[in-house]
């Protein structure tokens, strides 16, 4: 059992370090394992606890195959853990009944809410896509623009009382995890991945990768106390280099302090609600659908807004392309902006780092546009302000949004610029 410790520890580790030789070594041993049927006789030997330890089997794997997207491969093995437990608990009755199904539960709702929007290619079958940062999706950088810091160190914290998980990484956390991570290579070359070759698009033009270092170290986090997060952020801190920015996410209910406030002024409302242990004691509230935040893919939360759920895969490609078009030209206006405070500067040199702030000046004009989101408290607010005239509210990037509206055919559900009272 030694090499299984071995196992989970190189899961753990590609989870904060995203080196991805862990996961496909992982791969290749749980792959090995279910080719030999080294469990087969598991039922049929009348020992609980080795039944225990094929059902850890079963999940470890399929959280492997979620990290590799290798999602016919998860449903697979969904199936065969659900029989397996059926088969544990028949034969057994363990007093850990209620917490397999559980298990099996968190999985089934992860792979559903990870798969609202479906893309289907010619024979109507889903097409898994990767997010990760590839050559096809870095936004280009102008010639010349200086490079003053890189993204090393990345906290993601999962912490809302209600959230869609398997074990303790959230779906969010699972996206943004995948969107700080570059696409090795040699997927990209051997198809490795089930995901979409997008044939219809071409890199951008500074896509290579160079000597770029691979991926940031991360630090997952699920639920911290106050003493946790401070530790880690210590943590990530000290191990910045002069050069190094640092990224902290965190998904996490909201905390309003008894001060009424006349602006949107982030830090100040009062922080975020760090994990209690009381969360049975407060009755779960309502939340206002907040599709949108996710930055993973701009083009699957533009079509979650405009309640766009099949997408076929012709359809994907040229509306990517548009989006890639958005993107690049927001760049351009970065590079250029005049009124862009300086702290913005330093980030656009590094790839994460830029194709954050572009996906958020996305994110800002959809919502503007789109008739269904009505006032400040729609959009989202960045602080520094990002300069109006020379970004947010330029036309080139307003057409740009219409005509991709008008390609998914809901041109109807955008106003025109005109319209818009941003007040309101």
Known sequence: MGLFCLLRLKL????RTSETNYLNESFSFYSAIRMRAYYSKASKEERPDLMVKKLRYYA??????????????????????????????????PEDQMEWNLVLGEIKAFIEADGIINVVDVDSSSIVLSHRLTPLNTPPLEKGTPVYLTLQEVLIVGNC????????????????????????????SNQIYDTSPAPGRTPFENGERGNKRDNPHKYLLYKPTYGQLNTFLASAFKELPPNGAMV??????????????????????????????????????????????????????????????????SLWDKSQTQVDKFLAEASRLFSRARKLDHAYVQFLGDDFLRLLLLRFVFCYIVLILHRGFKGPSYYPASHPALPTDEILEHPALYKLVLDLATTLEVRGLFAEPGELDISA
Not at 64 to 85: G, P, T, W, Y
Not at 279 to 295: D, Q, R, T, Y
């Open 12 to 15: 753990m580790l590609c989870l």
């Open 60 to 93: 470890r794997f399929i959280v492997v195959c979620l990290l590799l997207k290798k999602m016919k491969l998860v449903r697979d093995l969904v199936r065969e853990l659900a029989k397996q437990i059926d088969d544990y608990t028949g034969t057994y009755e």
């Open 161 to 188: 009382h209600e959230q869609v998980k398997f074990s303790e990484l959230t779906l969010d956390m699972f996206r943004m995890l995948q969107s700080l991570e570059r696409e090795p290579q040699d997927d990209l």
């Open 248 to 313: 902290l996410y965190i998904s996490a209910d909201g905390c309003l302090g008894n001060q009424k406030h006349t602006d949107d002024a982030a830090y100040d409302l009062g922080g975020v609600v760090t994990n209690s242990r009381r969360e049975g004691e407060e009755p779960a509230k309502g939340k206002k659908a907040e599709l949108f935040k996710e930055m993973h893919c701009p083009l699957m939360a533009l079509c979650c807004v405009c309640n766009i759920s099949d997408v076929p895969i």
